[in-house]
């Protein structure tokens, strides 16, 4: 099984600032890797796919970057509505088997 | 649109068995993988299965394997999760979602997804 690892557990940012997200794979993945966000009593919402691809209506201060086992996503001007615990995943192991990273929550300094 | 409905979640005892299920509408559901994710009250997300856009190959979490089998009825376009011997650590909020593309397992991130139904299992 593939562990995803992501860093720091929480980050604490004031809003119009930069937040930078980590996540490490324990094996490559190539460009295997999408970011979600979830916020309270939601279901998660694709943010990222492909490493850095973003979803439909995604805004443009979401960013993802990395290859193979180390990935960042980042959000260039914290809004308001950008607090909430991100995901990386991984869906490169074969047979699927496709592991969530155990998330970090973005709070509001 | 896109829906995904879960419903089946209930209270139930160590080492009973449920059937969870996940309604979709809104696109062709017999050509798309689909999957289950869990997560535990304050906890992360977790993935639990996958199945084929057929049926015919289906994919499990270390954790659930051996108890949960994931089915779909693609003439009612309808997704199944079966869980035997429940244990305590399987509480958790329980997501159906679809994958980007039709007739692909292989891209397995999440673009859809229900709002879930919540399994807890307790003495």
């Known amino acids: 099984e593939i562990v995803m690892t992501q860093s720091p557990a929480a980050l604490s940012v004031s809003p119009g600032e930069r937040a930078t997200l980590s996540c490490r794979a324990s094996?490559?993945?190539?460009?295997?890797l999408a970011w979600y966000q979830q916020k309270p009593g939601q279901a998660p919402r694709l943010l990222i796919s492909?490493?850095?691809t973003r979803a439909t209506d995604i805004p443009a201060r979401f960013s993802g970057s990395g290859s193979g086992t180390e990935f960042t996503l980042t959000i260039s001007s914290l809004q308001s509505e950008d607090f909430a615990i991100y995901y990386c995943?991984?869906?490169?192991?074969?047979?699927?088997?496709?592991?969530f990273g155990q998330g970090t929550k973005l709070e509001m300094k | 649109q896109v829906q995904l409905a879960e419903s089946g979640g209930d209270v139930v005892q160590p080492g009973r068995s449920l059937r969870l299920s996940c309604a979709a509408s809104?696109?062709?559901?017999?050509?798309?993988?689909m999957f289950w994710v869990r997560q535990a009250p304050g906890k992360g997300l977790e993935w639990v299965a996958g199945i084929s856009y057929n049926g015919r190959s289906d994919y499990y979490g270390d954790s659930v394997k051996g108890r949960f089998t994931v089915s779909r009825d693609n003439s009612r376009n309808t997704l199944f999760l079966q869980m035997h011997s429940l244990r305590l650590e399987d509480t958790a909020m329980y997501y159906c979602a679809r994958p980007p593309r039709p007739y692909d397992i292989l891209t397995g991130y999440l673009v859809n997804w229900g709002l879930g139904t919540l399994v807890t299992v307790t003495s």
């Open positions: 809104g696109f062709a559901f017999s050509t798309y993988a």
């Open positions: 995943q991984q869906y490169a192991d074969r047979p699927p088997k496709y592991t």
């Open positions: 094996q490559h993945v190539s460009s295997n």
């Open positions: 492909g490493a850095s």
